[in-house]
């Protein structure tokens, strides 16, 4: 059941309070549920989903934020590796969280990449042949809505048809498309690969995008995952909850530690009240925020790095020097093209009526571009050595790709509006590798109050050598014959040529995928050089688990929502006690 007030809370105590509802927070939710014992309480402070059209949409995703009730809104620090910019740092602020305001791209990540975070955990657990197993509960491919024939386009038998979240292929309705797959049997260096989602290992190369959508509508953590358990009697969901604060109680310390069982929080839409409520974990409380909300949450608790906490005299309670560090993002570079005739969205996107027409379409019938993804395709590729030379390769390995290539077929630059004339394709790049470390770090007691948020984007060489590099590979690829009557020129800057002013180009344009992580990394059981253990308990502390991107020692190299979701189902089993991490 899902509660909009704390007037209708019946109790106090749960078996487990999750806080946040998030991608990783309801997927434990569902699964803690389905035992008619356990009795979970999910805390969100966000509003709901349902029924909002750009949250239900697919192709209005990207309307789902930024200054929006839908999000966050958060402002990044002026970064120095991007000419001293900021921008808006969007994070869904509802049920489903970050999976209710994505732009739906589903992958699973590269077996290179899993194998290092079984070794960074000590885990093997996370190794990419037993991770795998999970995709068979999570995912339920479906047929795209057109109908079309999909053959060449996945690997069905890499698939699950019986899971949670439903994934599909894209409706066949962007001019570009052909295009982009024209181009991979004309230049050899971008080979199409059948399947990009990675249950096979790797997605290097270029193919087609596969999205969480089902027949016109986004598929999200909520209205797969929630849809499945909220009716359960053992499952309370209240939303408009701000959590502010962990409380330790110290009733039940093992070995020594503190224990953190009782949550404090306020009615999420009165950030000037002063009054709090309380609840109670009798087995855990699961952390789920998000990559920013959850170092938040602990730094406010006295959990985290006491050069952050003594400022706002928060006692220290446990010193956890990591917390809030170690934060990593895809930076990402929308470069654009002008292109010829009116075949890019962008004249329907600059027409309110042509766009009103088509969103009532899709609201009839769950048909036409409104009902697509924004992206159909896209492409993975590594730097060769040479161009690494003097550098260490960042890569887990060399089934990783080093950078992403996204194709389109409009002007999608998330932090510059339309102009007002003009046809565009945008081919957007990002690092997938980056070596730059940013933090999240509170400045106030005040829950209410954002924390500083610093991604630290381009502050290494190897970083802005793989995006001038991603530049240029995005170059050759538009350089195909498949382009020749299509696009007529780079615009703005994207002309540049040499080093130094591709490099200035990438600063002066490079802004986020929306992919913040790490920020409570999990390291093996011995290692203190980290914020969580390989069983999602927080290293010196009692009752408390973070499961949500926050505890990844690195960022996949990839669309991260796929790899979160494993992890959440096989933390999920570990919760549970099915699965052990030795
Ligand atoms: C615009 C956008 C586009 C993206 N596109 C893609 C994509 O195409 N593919 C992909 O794989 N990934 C994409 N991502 C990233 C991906 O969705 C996220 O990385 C992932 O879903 C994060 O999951 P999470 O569980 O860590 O956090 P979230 O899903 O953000 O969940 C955290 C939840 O906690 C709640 N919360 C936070 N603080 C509190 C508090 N104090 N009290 C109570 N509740 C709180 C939040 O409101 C939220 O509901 C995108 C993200 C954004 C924002």
Same mark, same amino acid.
């Given at each position: 059941?899902?509660?909009?007030?704390?007037?209708?809370?019946?109790?106090?105590?749960? &078996?487990?309070?999750?806080?946040?509802?998030?991608?990783?927070?309801?997927?434990?939710?569902?699964?803690?549920?389905?035992?008619?014992?356990?009795?979970?309480?999910?805390?969100?402070?966000?509003?709901?989903?349902?029924?909002?059209?750009?949250?239900?949409?697919?192709?209005?995703?990207?309307?789902?934020?930024?200054?929006?009730?839908?999000?966050?809104?958060?402002?990044?620090?002026?970064?120095?590796?991007?000419?001293?910019? /900021?921008?808006?740092?969007?994070?869904?602020?509802?049920?489903?969280?970050?999976?209710?305001?994505?732009?739906?791209?589903?992958?699973?990540?590269?077996? &290179?990449?899993?194998?290092?975070?079984?070794?960074?955990?000590?885990?093997?657990?996370?190794?990419?042949? $037993?991770?795998?197993?999970?995709?068979?509960?999570?995912?339920?491919?479906?047929?795209?809505? &057109?109908?079309?024939?999909?053959?060449?386009?996945?690997?069905?038998?890499?698939?699950?048809?019986?899971?949670?979240?439903?994934?599909? @292929?894209?409706?066949?309705?962007?001019?570009?498309? +052909?295009?982009?797959?024209?181009? =991979?049997?004309?230049?050899?260096?971008?080979?199409?690969?059948?399947?990009?989602?990675?249950?096979?290992?790797?997605?290097?190369?270029?193919?087609?995008?596969?999205?969480?959508?089902? !027949?016109?509508?986004?598929?999200?953590?909520?209205?797969?995952?929630?849809?499945?358990?909220?009716?359960?009697?053992?499952?309370?969901?209240?939303?408009?909850?701000?959590?502010?604060?962990?409380?330790?109680?110290?009733?039940?310390?093992?070995?020594?530690?503190?224990?953190?069982?009782?949550?404090?929080?306020? &009615?999420?839409? $009165?950030?000037?009240?002063?009054?709090?409520?309380?609840?109670?974990?009798?087995?855990?409380? #699961?952390?789920?925020?998000?990559? *920013?909300? =959850?170092?938040?949450? @602990?730094?406010?608790?006295?959990?985290?790095?006491?050069?952050?906490?003594?400022?706002?005299? *928060?006692?220290?309670?446990?010193?956890? +020097?990591?917390?809030?560090?170690?934060?990593?993002?895809?930076? @990402?570079?929308?470069?654009?093209?002008?292109?010829?005739?009116?075949?890019?969205?962008?004249? #329907?996107?600059?027409?309110?009526?042509?766009?009103?027409?088509?969103?009532?379409?899709?609201?009839?019938?769950? /048909?036409?571009?409104?009902? $697509?993804?924004?992206?159909?395709?896209?492409?993975?590729?590594?730097?060769?050595?040479?161009?690494?030379?003097?550098?260490?390769?960042?890569?887990?390995? +060399?089934?990783?790709?080093?950078?992403?290539?996204?194709?389109?077929?409009?002007?999608?630059?998330?932090?510059? !509006?339309?102009?007002?004339?003009?046809?565009?394709?945008?081919?957007? /790049?990002?690092?997938?590798?980056?070596?730059?470390?940013?933090?999240?770090?509170?400045?106030?007691?005040?829950?209410?109050?954002?924390?500083?948020?610093?991604?630290?984007?381009?502050?290494?060489?190897?970083?802005?050598?793989?995006?001038?590099?991603?530049?240029?590979?995005?170059?050759?690829?538009?350089?195909?014959?498949?382009?020749?009557?299509?696009?007529?020129?780079?615009?703005?800057? @994207?002309?540049?040529?040499?080093? !130094?002013?591709?490099?200035?180009?990438?600063?002066?344009?490079?802004?986020?995928?929306?992919?913040?992580?790490?920020?409570?990394?999990?390291?093996?059981?011995?290692?203190? $050089?980290?914020?969580?253990?390989?069983?999602?308990?927080?290293?010196?502390?009692?009752?408390?688990?973070?499961?949500?991107?926050?505890?990844?020692?690195?960022?996949?190299?990839?669309?991260?929502?796929?790899?979160?979701?494993?992890?959440?189902?096989?933390?999920?089993?570990?919760?549970?006690?099915?699965?052990?991490?030795?």
């Amino acid at each position: 059941v899902t509660l909009t007030d704390i007037s209708q809370l019946k109790e106090l105590t749960y &078996d487990y309070i999750i806080i946040g509802a998030g991608n990783a927070g309801l997927v434990i939710a569902d699964r803690l549920t389905e035992n008619a014992n356990t009795s979970v309480l999910v805390l969100e402070a966000g509003v709901s989903d349902q029924g909002v059209i750009p949250v239900m949409a697919p192709f209005l995703g990207p309307s789902v934020t930024p200054n929006t009730p839908y999000d966050w809104n958060y402002t990044i620090i002026p970064q120095p590796g991007l000419d001293g910019r /900021t921008f808006p740092y969007p994070r869904g602020r509802l049920l489903g969280g970050c999976t209710s305001a994505n732009y739906m791209i589903h992958q699973y990540g590269s077996t &290179d990449d899993w194998a290092e975070m079984a070794k960074i955990t000590g885990d093997p657990g996370w190794q990419w042949n $037993n991770v795998k197993q999970y995709i068979k509960r999570h995912e339920k491919f479906v047929a795209p809505s &057109d109908g079309h024939n999909t053959t060449g386009q996945f690997i069905p038998s890499l698939h699950s048809f019986t899971g949670e979240l439903p994934i599909s @292929l894209p409706i066949n309705n962007q001019t570009i498309d +052909p295009r982009v797959i024209n181009t =991979t049997q004309q230049l050899p260096e971008f080979p199409f690969n059948e399947d990009m989602s990675g249950v096979d290992g790797s997605y290097l190369g270029v193919g087609w995008v596969q999205s969480s959508m089902d !027949a016109g509508l986004r598929g999200s953590s909520s209205s797969s995952y929630l849809a499945t358990s909220n009716d359960r009697p053992n499952l309370t969901v209240m939303i408009n909850a701000m959590v502010t604060k962990l409380i330790q109680t110290n009733s039940t310390p093992a070995q020594g530690l503190k224990a953190f069982r009782t949550v404090q929080f306020a &009615d999420a839409r $009165n950030a000037t009240s002063t009054t709090r409520f309380q609840v109670q974990a009798n087995k855990d409380i #699961i952390l789920s925020a998000g990559s *920013i909300g =959850t170092p938040q949450i @602990l730094q406010l608790s006295g959990i985290g790095d006491p050069a952050d906490l003594t400022p706002l005299k *928060i006692p220290v309670l446990v010193d956890s +020097p990591l917390v809030g560090k170690n934060m990593m993002d895809h930076p @990402l570079l929308p470069n654009i093209w002008n292109v010829n005739g009116n075949d890019s969205f962008d004249h #329907i996107l600059r027409n309110a009526n042509l766009l009103q027409a088509a969103i009532s379409q899709w609201a009839t019938n769950k /048909t036409g571009f409104i009902a $697509n993804n924004v992206i159909n395709n896209f492409g993975f590729g590594r730097l060769n050595a040479s161009l690494l030379s003097g550098l260490t390769d960042p890569s887990s390995g +060399p089934d990783s790709p080093h950078f992403e290539m996204i194709f389109a077929n409009f002007w999608l630059n998330p932090n510059v !509006a339309l102009p007002p004339t003009g046809s565009y394709l945008t081919t957007l /790049t990002a690092l997938l590798t980056p070596t730059s470390r940013g933090t999240v770090k509170i400045q106030s007691t005040d829950a209410f109050i954002a924390p500083l948020i610093n991604p630290n984007m381009l502050d290494t060489e190897v970083d802005i050598v793989i995006m001038r590099e991603s530049v240029r590979a995005i170059k050759r690829f538009i350089s195909a014959p498949a382009w020749k009557d299509y696009v007529i020129s780079p615009f703005g800057n @994207l002309s540049a040529t040499a080093d !130094a002013d591709i490099d200035s180009y990438v600063r002066q344009h490079t802004t986020t995928v929306f992919h913040p992580s790490s920020t409570a990394s999990m390291t093996s059981e011995t290692s203190t $050089n980290g914020v969580v253990n390989p069983d999602f308990t927080v290293k010196g502390v009692d009752g408390l688990r973070i499961v949500d991107l926050s505890v990844f020692p690195f960022i996949p190299s990839c669309h991260p929502q796929g790899p979160l979701y494993l992890v959440a189902e096989r933390a999920a089993d570990i919760i549970k006690g099915i699965v052990s991490t030795r």
